[in-house]
Nanobody, 122 residues
Framework: QVQLVESGGGLVQAGGSLRLSCTAS????????MGWFRQAPGKDREFVAACSWSGVTAQYPESVKGRFTISKDNALNTVYLQMNSLKPEDTAIYYC???????????????WGQGIQVTVSS
């Protein structure tokens, strides 16, 4: 099974930026698509972004549209989540995940990273 390792989280002031990275141990048919989810305390896990290794990107949810961008580096088996204009409500644990297609539902993802904390102060 593919292993996913996230990095790049931390504490940032509102209006600031962070870039998360997720490196996959390998690329197979089971992880044609890489996605990002987040979960704030007391809330359900929320889809944030996803893209295929071929470069197709899922539609961003309204909560992050225009502020977050997913990108990839196939040579490094790494996907990135660039987060700009961060808001306190973006505070959550962010998870990288792998799937076979551009799904937005977390149940469709078959591998998950350990999660990384992003905290946005007001």
């Amino acid at each position: 099974q593919v292993q996913l390792v996230e990095s790049g989280g931390g504490l940032v002031q509102a209006g600031g930026s962070l870039r998360l990275s997720c490196t996959a141990s390998k690329r197979t048919s089971s992880n044609n698509v890489m996605g990002w989810f987040r979960q704030a305390p007391g809330k359900d896990r929320e889809f944030v972004a996803a893209c295929s290794w071929s470069g197709v990107t899922a539609q961003y949810p309204e909560s992050v549209k225009g502020r977050f961008t997913i990108s990839k580096d196939n040579a490094l088996n790494t996907v990135y989540l660039q987060m700009n204009s961060l808001k306190p409500e973006d505070t959550a644990i962010y998870y990288c995940a792998a799937s076979t297609a551009l799904y937005t539902g977390s149940a469709r993802y078959n591998a998950w990273g350990q999660g990384i904390q992003v905290t946005v102060s007001s």
